[in-house]
């Protein structure tokens, strides 16, 4: 095989993999495509073990997440990208092992944020209350 033949039959490959909406070992998933061993998820595209998810793209290991792309092993989380291992991030990008996250780029190992900044849980609860309600931000 050379390298011609090589690029060739990728391309061809790649080309399959985008137009063949198959959903392999799932189960109770509506309107989700090219998802594998994922339950109950809705208008996903290429995840993988996510479950009870709902319009989450290019993502693994989610539970009960909505909107979230390109994210690793997140719970609850709605609207977040690149980000892994978190629960609770609502609108958050690239967060690392965080959890109460609302609005936050680029954080690791931190709880209670809004836009980056510290807040006491109970201060953190009454903000993102009025947040979610004046943004319409879906409950997961």
Do not use: W
Not at 4 to 33: A, I, M, W, Y
Not at 81 to 101: K, R
Not at 102 to 129: A, P
């Amino acid at each position: 095989m050379d390298v011609k033949d090589f690029k060739n039959r990728l391309k061809q490959l790649e080309h399959e993999f985008q137009t063949n909406p198959v959903n392999n070992k799932s189960h109770g998933l509506t309107d989700c495509t090219r998802c594998a061993n994922c339950v109950f998820c809705r208008e996903c595209d290429r995840c993988y073990k996510c479950s009870y998810c709902s319009q989450c793209e290019n993502s693994t290991n989610l539970t009960h997440c909505i909107q979230c792309v390109s994210c690793h092993s997140l719970a609850n989380c709605v609207q977040c990208s690149n980000c892994t291992n978190s629960a609770f991030l609502i609108m958050c990008q690239d967060m690392t092992e965080c959890n109460y996250c609302f609005g936050c780029v680029g954080l690791t190992r931190r709880d209670f944020h809004i836009l980056n900044e510290k807040y006491s849980r109970s201060d953190y609860f009454k903000i993102t209350d009025k947040l979610k309600k004046a943004l319409h931000i879906p409950k997961p």
